[in-house]
């Protein structure tokens, strides 16, 4: 991932030290492209062009230096308009006169036309270079970026000059970079009486080696935590500095020793721009300094506003502006809703750097912006009593929070009150009155605790005795981690929130969220999480979703599964979904699936309309088609497993093992066309394979693994000559990859010989009838997996006890037989039209033969005629009407 400080400054020395010869490399460079292809283009740099005053790289830009007669608007446009321009694909056209800098991005049309001494402003002009589209960058703000890269440095600078300090003292040093963040945005916002007070009175009354800043610091917040009227022990240059309250400089803590360069750095950090810092991202960014981890993707890592919004705007944002629109030419009930929004409490119990808490605080007070607004276009109004027109109601203390990352917490409270001050300056320019926000008077509650064994009732009360239920939203984007990514701390974690329960362990971290805010939730108050897609794939959906059904709470709006991605290039995202949950009543409920809300009766686990019915694992088919299992386990550690190579050599030497080899096949075999062997040995054989010296010493191998092994592996010890398992075919079988591409259209599974061996890594269904291929290559098959499946790093994975043997599929004739096997043959026919492609070639959504691709299609439609006459108008319809047969076949066998 390019670091974008670096790139401005490079940019920076680019343009200040600017050499004509060698310009575009060095712009190239900055944006750190290949030096190998760098290097190969300042050799021969007019290769493509034919042109010494033109430079072409392919893919990435068409460079042209303008003459003494040539206009550089003139020749830009000349280029534009000449194919010959778009033989290599330029992504970019510049043309420049080393004064004046003209560029066209070739793909989005966009233009840029500045002197070449402010390049380094526009730098992410020129970003698609490093992979990252406009789409990418667009939430990165390069005030962020630089100051949390200067706020890195600064903590490497203080652990390098004091690690006894850091070892001992991680708590103060998180409060102490949380004071100093609280100081840089004061002095360039307003909230402190002078801009850049707080860096100027370091430089004026510190010793430039660090000497004595760690006294002046530490002098300075007491001044900070103490009202005016008790100063009188302070000297005169403190006391410009206003009392700030809020507990922010409350506690006394330990400051580090600076050094000459960590003074230095404070007063690099305090001479940037913090007016355009946003709390709402900088706060994520900003983790990442005490998180040597993630230091690597500074600012790629937090939840983005459009994330954000997909979780407050139907949680509870549309309701209010409903109401909004419903009151707006009633001042009653214009003031009622001010007054509701004044109550209402926002609850993160994962709140990270609180971005889900400042979003939420910015739109509360942004609709309170627009009722006031309302009011004022009134002819004749009154507030409520008491209440300013001018200034918020929307308190800090409505907003609650849990962290378990003590510094996290910390920058929580600092965020939302610089998120606060945001506000202020907001209202100021609406309504021309600024609230001053010293000292500071309201504080958002955040607690630094494990969410999963604090009681959220103490943290945010649900209930008051006297007016009764408060309307809280509880939202956030709490850690997912599956079973074998949580640690033993967090496993105690889930058995303590699902104590009672035993079907609960391959639940995603997250599901403790959700059973808990299940049990916390009110009839006054909902909640809506970010989580994993898994939650409501395979077999979690049975052990989450029932649980919450039984304490009366319902799901009233939810996303389709969607790539939750960050801004690291190159980085795959994990696929997510937002769940909202609230108790059950007979009110509205959506589904949101890209730019589509679409109204329905019911959301099931699956989030799908639909009745609250859950898939369980079952032991054999609940229809009639042949049993699938998995392949075979070795447990052999390798040794009787051959390379093509190897088989050969033994076969040269030992012409007789050829009898006791056969040919392997799982999943990335099959798929990839990969060759592999195994040694398959019968009892009956063992004497005389025995007597083949390799073979011998491989048998040996094995007995010594498996005797050193697990149980499992020494219960088959006696038999070192075989698999733990020994299943083969009579005629033929099917073999079912059991992980495969979620891109893919089809299932992508195959008939082998009898002679073949199945691996575990796949599944088999042995000397099945012709049309079962039908039935599993079906995409109503594909359909039900989509569904019931687990995911392994997006991938499909193919569970036989949830996605096969739960598959519902009708009872059919003979005719319809026959013609599903014609089917069959059509579709491998097409195959062998391409016998030099893989499987997974052949498969391959962006490049599958169009013949093989309408074979399919012809089978869809003959599998959908076989369910119903009457066509299906979508996937969610089939998927509704195979939860309909489904829910019929398992209540027909509950009963017979």
Known sequence: ???????????ENLSQNLSKETFIFDLLSAYELPKSTISLLSKNPSKLSGNADQIILKNKVLFHKTTLEEDEHVAIDSLQKNKNSYKFNPRFIIVTDFVTFLAVDTKTKETLDIQIGNLSKHYAFFLPWCGMEKSQHANENPADIRAAYKMDKLYQAI??????????????????????????FAEDTGIFSKIGMFTDSIISHTHENGEGLEVYLLTLFDVLNTEDEKRTKFASHFLEFSYVNGGLFGSKIKLPTFSVNSRKLIIECGKLNW???????????IQAVVHPGQRDNLGMHYTSVPNIMKVIVPLFLNDLYEDLYNSRNDIRKLNKLRERIAKIKIFDPACGSGNFLIISYKELCKLEIQIIKYLNLQDSFASL???????????????????IDDFAHEIARLSLYLAQHQVNQQFEKEFGKLKPILPLRESGKIVCGNATRIDWNEVCPSINQSIGEYEIYVVGNPPYLGGKSQSYEQKEDMAL????????????????WFILGAKYITNNSKFAFVTTSSLCEGSQVDQIWPQISKLNKEIFFAYKPFSWTNNAKNKAGVTCTIIGVRNRVTEKKYIYSEDIKLEVKNINGYLIEGEDYYISKNKKPISDLPIMITGNSPYEAGNLMLSPEEKKDIENLYPQAKLFMKRAVGSDEFLNGIERWCLWITDSQLEEAMKIPPILEKINKVKEFRRKGGEVARSIANRPHQFRYTHTAKKSLIIIPIVFSSRREYMPIGFLPNSSIVLSSAAVTYDPPLYVFAIISSRMHLLWVRLTSGKLRGDIRYLTALSYNTFPFPNITSAQKESLVSHVYNILEERERYSDKTMAELYNPDKMPDGLREAHKYLDLAIDQIYRNKPFESDEDRLS???KLYEDMITRTTNE
């Open 385 to 403: 009593d008491g209440w300013n027109m001018t200034q918020s109601v929307v308190t800090l203390n409505n907003f609650y929070g849990i962290e």
């Open 497 to 512: 929130v699902f104590k009672g329960l035993d079907n609960y362990k391959e639940l995603d971290y997250v599901s403790c």
């Open 275 to 285: 007016d355009s810092i946003n709390p709402d991202i900088f706060g994520s960014m």
């Open 1 to 11: 991932m390019i670091n974008l400080v670096n790139l401005q400054e490079n940019l």
């Open 159 to 184: 652990v390098a000059d004091d690690p006894e300090y850091y070892k001992n003292n991680s708590h103060d040093l998180n409060i102490f970079l949380s004071r100093l963040l609280f100081c840089f």
């Open 881 to 883: 009407h195979l939860f």
